[in-house]
């Protein structure tokens, strides 16, 4: 009956000269009831998305040429953790080149603030702690040093955001910035040795947990913006054997392309 009525619909425009044809039917498909086949394409299915066309591809493109752009790029900065610890860490002040550092460590290009014309929005902030301990040993008895140190740096500590020497975001302690990659450790044990009574086959691993740390609303580091970030700690926290700890800024770089 729907047909038959679409069908009669489109007869009269035609006898009144409209020259569209076609009815729309539920579920969005186009019919000719004069040619009694439907026409256009057909609805797509959910979640399916059509590939945009070039000029909108280079539109939406980030990398333009003789254009500034923004991309998707973290600042990140490690150090060595001693054994012994240290009451404070002080990051971005080290750049490439300097002090050691290399891009595995870094990728500051200048001391403590972003060459023009680069700028920065910080979205999100990482603590990333790894220890020294090896994570699996054979050996003498010995305490789970690789957990241990793990909670002991970041069960305590303070982590400070400065912007142009001003304190733009405090937070306490450490692990409330987890970091967002991390390893995931599926092990199991076997020895056909006689072991004496004093040895062991120990596997141990630990790394801090829970959601990325958002900054809501965004912190812009405009260029040649001096800043940096400091943990600090009220007593000295020692580990088994020096490690490395760091920070990474989630964010946005706008830099000219």
Known sequence: MRL????????????????????????GVKF??????????PPLPPGFRIPPTRSVARSNF???????????QPLYDFQVYPQAGSLSFKFFQVPQGQGGKTIHDTNMESAGQLPSPKAFAVTSIE??????TPIAAFGAQAAANFSDDVYNVLSVGHISLFQSSKIILD??????????YGLRLSAALADGS?????????IDYATACGPLYVVEPAIYIGSNENFSVDITFS???????????GVVLGGILYRQS
């Open 235 to 245: 007593a000295l926290v020692p580990v088994a054997v020096a490690g490395r700890i």
């Open 171 to 180: 937070e306490a302690p450490l692990i409330r910035c987890p970091p967002a």
């Open 62 to 72: 980030k990398t333009r040429v003789g254009a500034s752009e923004q991309i998707k």
């Open 4 to 27: 038959k009525r679409a069908f009669k619909r489109a007869r009269r425009r035609v006898k009144r000269g409209i020259k569209r044809t076609t009815v729309s039917l539920p579920g």
């Open 127 to 132: 603590i990333y702690f790894f220890p020294g």
């Open 194 to 202: 006689t072991l004496a009574a004093d040895s062991q086959s120990r």
């Open 32 to 41: 000719n009831p004069l040619l009694g086949v439907p026409v256009g394409r």
